[in-house]
């Protein structure tokens, strides 16, 4: 069984730029959760994406988009990169929109400048 | 406004002993709570969870108390290992009967297995 899996690993960007990060998800999961982890804190919820639709939201502004796609990867993409930005980005994948757990990816960490 | 807390950044425990590790919330709307452990250049482990309607969940070394009334909850690592030295979340889900509003995390708390 293959677990979710990110690239890349590290990027670094430079304000106003624009970002796509990748994740592959557990096998047989159909959902995918997308994380920020800022330094010190917890990871904090982004959006999730269920049958290829975004299905929740949290409280990011609409230059945080993503994609899934029909084998259940997913991509996050960012726009107008901000110094805020610069965090570990966290995907999860799970089974159905309520999952009771949720399997994490090792994270991209990204650093804008 | 943080709606889970872990007010203690970090733990110290000796080889052998109990760890406990605590967590409170203020959305009495969570209906799930899960404990994640994240070790440095890893994504955060499932370790254990628990529904609103139990009180316990127990799995090999790994208790998970909850107090609906006082909105907190705690684990229980007994007995602590130098493997167990990690960051540790709580985590709470609230059931929106509709689209998924995610997982809600603490900060995290780092506990330090001292042998």
């Known amino acids: 069984e293959t677990g979710v899996t990110q690239s890349p690993t590290h990027l670094i960007k430079t304000r106003g730029q624009q970002v796509t990060l990748r994740c592959s998800s557990q096998s047989g999961h159909n959902t995918v959760s997308w994380y920020q982890q800022a330094l010190g804190q917890g990871p904090q919820f982004i959006f999730q994406?269920?049958?290829?639709?975004?299905?929740g939201r949290g409280n990011f502004p609409p230059r945080f988009s993503g994609l899934q796609f029909p084998n259940y990867s997913s991509e996050l993409n960012v726009n107008a990169l901000e110094l805020d930005d610069s965090a570990l980005y966290l995907c999860a994948s799970s089974i159905g929109t309520q999952p009771n757990e949720q399997y994490f990816g090792p994270g991209t960490r990204l650093t804008v400048t | 406004d943080q709606q889970v807390k872990q007010n203690s950044p970090s733990l110290s425990v000796q080889e052998g002993r109990i760890s406990i590790l605590n967590c409170d919330y203020t959305?009495?709307?969570?209906?799930?709570f899960l404990w994640y452990k994240k070790y440095p250049a890893e994504g955060p482990t499932f370790l254990i969870s628990?529904?609103?309607?139990?009180d316990k969940n127990e799995d090999g070394r790994f208790t998970v108390f909850l107090n609906k009334s006082a909105k907190h909850l705690s684990l229980h690592i007994v007995p602590s290992q130098p493997g167990d030295s990690a960051v540790y979340f709580c985590?709470?889900?609230?059931?929106?009967?509709?689209?998924?509003?995610?997982?809600?995390f603490g900060k995290g708390t780092h506990l330090i297995i001292q042998p």
């Open positions: 628990i529904s609103s309607i139990k």
């Open positions: 994406y269920y049958r290829e639709e975004e299905n």
């Open positions: 985590a709470a889900r609230e059931y929106s009967g509709g689209g998924a509003d995610g997982l809600t």
């Open positions: 959305n009495s709307m969570f209906d799930y």
